[in-house]
């Protein structure tokens, strides 16, 4: 079992950056894949990218070359640094740990309360 709680969602102008940090707490955090995934009004929640226990990363085609994820398991923290940020990125963005990657967030079991990006033209 894992707590995550995400921080450093905002408004940002296209081009800029935002890094988003996920807090978690429980047993057994450097055994568990994260990710970061994102939902915009109307649209099912996709997936972001993901960074397993061994420190592997997976990244959606949309965001690769400009979002990197990486965690910090002293510090029990994962990132989100987002960079030449664009009108599309605007969601809210979760942070969820499970025991395995999916891209499917239907398949991962536990999720943050999310935080707002919104990214202006």
């Known amino acids: 079992q894992v707590q995550l709680v995400e921080f450093g969602g905002g408004l940002v102008q296209a081009g800029g950056s935002l890094r988003l940090s996920c807090a978690a707490s429980?047993?057994?955090?450097?055994?568990?894949?994260m990710g970061w995934f994102r939902q915009a009004p109307g649209k099912e929640r996709e997936f972001v990218a993901a960074i397993r226990w061994t420190g592997g990363s997976t990244y959606a085609d949309s965001v690769k070359g400009r979002f990197t994820i990486s965690r910090d398991n002293a510090k029990n923290t994962v990132y989100l640094q987002m960079n030449s940020l664009k009108p599309e990125d605007t969601a809210v963005y979760y942070c969820?740990?499970?025991?395995?990657?999916?891209?499917?967030?239907?398949?991962?079991?536990?999720w943050g309360q999310g935080t707002q990006v919104t990214v202006s033209s």
């Open positions: 429980g047993r057994t955090f450097t055994s568990y894949a």
């Open positions: 969820a740990a499970n025991n395995a990657f999916y891209y499917s967030y239907q398949s991962w079991h536990y």
